[in-house]
């Protein structure tokens, strides 16, 4: 064949050249049409809400490519349904057109739980919605902060900021209703352990803040050496005069590491009398 080449005029092998590039040119075009499908359109189904299996089967069937784009957590809609899909729905568009979709993932993805002690309960309940969580049942107790969170719970357990949990999970929350219209005798917690007094103050509905001593190191078996508000206010004609409370107010109870001994005027039955229930 090169024999035959290098054997004719120099003019005649670029004829041929061109002639065999012209050829080759327009079988490609030809066959461009039926490689591209062009002008052959198909106008894509609705496949949103149907799982990723039953999607990628009906598409496919249309001569459709399929690409999952992204993934979202939605708890309404079933894991693996399609969410969106673009092109959209009844868009013309050519055979073999890839179409990508948005599906739902079938495990709701983890969040941070944040700190909302203190907030109010609406502005606790829309931080829960931007973060994808549901608010629970709500339960109260005496408390100065009215309609405020006292406590964050989760399954029935308080739970703390930072703590990873699905989305779409339910929070309970424990509110302040607000101080009691009742009073009660200020109770004697002197010579308790944290663990008793915080105890029994929860029975009776009393908040309460230790401040500890800086060598406590095991705050529960710490022991009460000085409260306030005190028991007594004061002495009236020779009788001890108690001090009242309300449920839902608070005692500061002031921790030590060592057992104080009482003075044995505390001993008395009349000065016991508001802590007889502590055991």
Not at 212 to 223: C, P, S, Y
């Amino acid at each position: 064949m090169f024999k035959f080449l290098t054997h004719k005029p120099l003019w005649v092998n670029i004829l041929a050249v061109i002639l065999l590039t012209a050829i080759l040119i327009m079988l490609f075009l030809g066959s461009l049409d039926f490689i591209t499908k062009h002008g052959k359109y198909e106008r894509v189904p609705s496949i949103l809400g149907k799982t990723l299996t039953e999607a990628t089967s009906i598409l496919n069937q249309k001569g459709f490519e399929v690409e999952i784009q992204d993934s979202v957590y939605i708890d309404s809609i079933a894991p693996s349904a399609v969410v969106k899909q673009s092109p959209e729905a009844e868009s013309s568009v050519k055979v073999n057109r890839t179409i990508y979709l948005t599906i739902n993932r079938s495990e709701p993805p983890l969040v941070e739980m944040p700190n909302l002690i203190g907030f109010s309960i609406r502005n606790a309940q829309m931080y829960l919605e931007n973060l994808g969580l549901r608010m629970g049942d709500t339960t109260f107790r005496p408390d100065i902060a009215k309609n405020a969170v006292l406590e964050q719970l989760y399954k029935g357990e308080p739970i703390k900021a930072g703590t990873k949990i699905h989305m779409s999970s339910e929070i309970g929350f424990v509110l302040g209703n607000g101080v009691s219209d009742s009073e009660m005798p200020v109770p004697n917690l002197v010579g308790k352990t944290y663990e008793q007094a915080k105890s029994y103050l929860r029975n009776v509905n009393l908040n309460y803040i230790p401040v500890a001593d800086l060598d406590v190191t095991d705050t529960e078996n710490a022991f009460v050496y000085r409260q306030n508000p005190n028991v007594y206010s004061g002495e009236e004609a020779g009788q001890k005069q108690h001090n009242r409370i309300k449920p839902g107010q608070t005692i500061d109870l002031y921790l030590s590491k060592e057992k104080p001994v009482l003075d044995s005027a505390a001993a008395r039955p009349e000065q016991q009398e508001p802590a007889n229930d502590i055991q």
